[in-house]
């Protein structure tokens, strides 16, 4: 069932008094950048035709799995930009791989470009624009290097800037190498990137692709990182950290350290499993940040959902709506509004601007 049109926008007190938090927790996430590395809500476009442009209720599973965001929720819920995801299949064989990615992607880009309040952005220039116009600025992710992956001249195939990043491995070992998921035991493969994906790194940096280190395995991460041109920020988009829950899925301080020597930034995402065990709320989602901060200091964190990735997110964040929650907290634990700023969406401007300029 569509749940009832609303702009959450337009009434920051009533938005304040619906989460049960203070109006300057609200206050002070609308006078924000507020920038999410990894929406996966087009995999549902893909699968069974969920419409992106309908604002849509809860579906069969509750607030889990899919049906997190759509763009109305995003509008409203005030995500100035967020990256959307062409996830990769990685059961069919290369050449359809490559087929569907090359259809997947013009199709998501004429879902978003449909929107009146979205604009498709690729540059920190870009979004700037489209934020003075008061739309949404939507950029293009993809998940899987494996979605172009029978010959290095295949990146070639992606326009200029069209894509924002691209997370070399998922939840399979691939071509360029392992996950961090169990699955990386079957097969056999060695734990580190293959030759092809050190090219792939290369190629990448020579794009102004950000190379995404999400789910890769650890060795094959720091071999990512040695091939890397350091004068680029790498980003992990979508993680959590060891430090506040040990999992195969979370990054150690050690690559957290890594990230934040190139500039980059790391997206701390809503899979309540890989944050932490009984109740995780927001709280848990700020105990990863502030571990972060922590670590490498206030300028390398950010937010990456994961949204529809077929997560189970906490009920306090079950939709872009509900991410005020987030601030509340922050400034619960005495943060400046700079370093919320920064969190929400100022730090991976920063970075996408050292990229691309």
């Known amino acids: 069932m569509c749940a009832q049109t609303v702009d959450r926008r337009t009434d920051p007190a009533g938005w304040a008094n619906w989460l049960g938090i203070s109006k300057e927790a609200v206050d002070l996430y609308l006078a924000s950048?507020?920038?999410?590395?990894?929406?996966?809500?087009?995999?549902?476009?893909?699968?069974?035709?969920?419409?992106?442009?309908?604002?849509?209720?809860?579906?069969i599973f509750g607030d889990s799995f899919?049906?997190?965001?759509?763009?109305?929720?995003?509008?409203?819920?005030?995500?100035?930009?967020?990256?959307?995801?062409?996830?990769?299949?990685?059961?069919?064989?290369?050449?359809?791989?490559?087929?569907?990615?090359?259809?997947?992607?013009?199709?998501?880009?004429?879902?978003?470009?449909?929107?009146?309040?979205?604009?498709?952005?690729?540059?920190?220039?870009?979004y700037r624009a489209a934020r003075a116009q008061g739309k949404h600025g939507a950029?293009?992710?993809?998940?899987?290097?494996?979605?172009?992956?029978?010959?290095?001249?295949?990146?070639?195939?992606?326009?200029?800037?069209?894509?924002?990043?691209?997370?070399?491995?998922?939840?399979?070992?691939?071509?360029?190498?392992?996950?961090?998921?169990?699955?990386?035991?079957?097969?056999?493969?060695?734990?580190?990137?293959?030759?092809?994906?050190?090219?792939?790194?290369r190629k990448l940096d020579e794009k102004k692709i950000f190379v995404d280190l999400a789910h890769i395995g650890r060795k094959a991460f720091f071999d990512a990182v040695e091939v890397h041109d350091r004068t680029k920020p790498l980003i992990v988009t979508h993680t959590g950290v060891e430090g506040v829950h040990p999992h195969w899925r979370n990054l150690t301080d050690d690559q957290l350290r890594t990230i934040a020597e190139t500039g980059g930034t790391i997206g701390v995402m809503y899979q309540k499993s890989f944050l932490g065990r009984g109740e995780v709320t927001s709280r848990t989602v700020v105990d990863?940040?502030?571990?972060?901060?922590?670590?490498v200091g206030e300028d390398h964190a950010s937010l990456g959902s994961d949204w529809d990735g077929a997560i189970s997110p906490p009920a306090d964040l079950a939709t872009p709506e509900m991410l005020p929650n987030l601030v509340e907290e922050m400034l619960r634990r005495g943060w400046s509004p700079e370093r919320v700023r920064k969190i929400l969406g100022g730090n991976f401007l920063r970075a996408l601007k050292?990229?691309?300029g």
């Open 66 to 126: 899919y049906s997190q965001v759509d763009l109305p929720r995003a509008i409203s819920g005030g995500l100035t930009g967020a990256t959307w995801v062409i996830s990769t299949n990685p059961f069919l064989p290369a050449p359809l791989r490559k087929r569907q990615f090359l259809r997947n992607l013009p199709w998501l880009e004429a879902t978003l470009a449909r929107h009146p309040e979205v604009a498709i952005v690729r540059t920190e220039a870009e």
């Open 33 to 59: 950048d507020v920038i999410d590395l990894h929406v996966d809500s087009f995999i549902w476009t893909r699968i069974f035709g969920y419409d992106l442009h309908r604002r849509h209720g809860k579906g």
């Open 288 to 295: 990863h940040l502030e571990h972060i901060v922590k670590v």
């Open 354 to 356: 050292m990229l691309r």
């Open 139 to 201: 950029f293009i992710g993809v998940q899987g290097g494996n979605c172009l992956d029978t010959s290095i001249d295949d990146l070639d195939l992606i326009p200029d800037l069209g894509v924002l990043r691209i997370t070399l491995v998922h939840l399979t070992n691939s071509r360029l190498g392992p996950t961090s998921s169990p699955a990386s035991r079957l097969g056999g493969r060695s734990e580190g990137l293959t030759h092809f994906g050190r090219e792939y790194v």
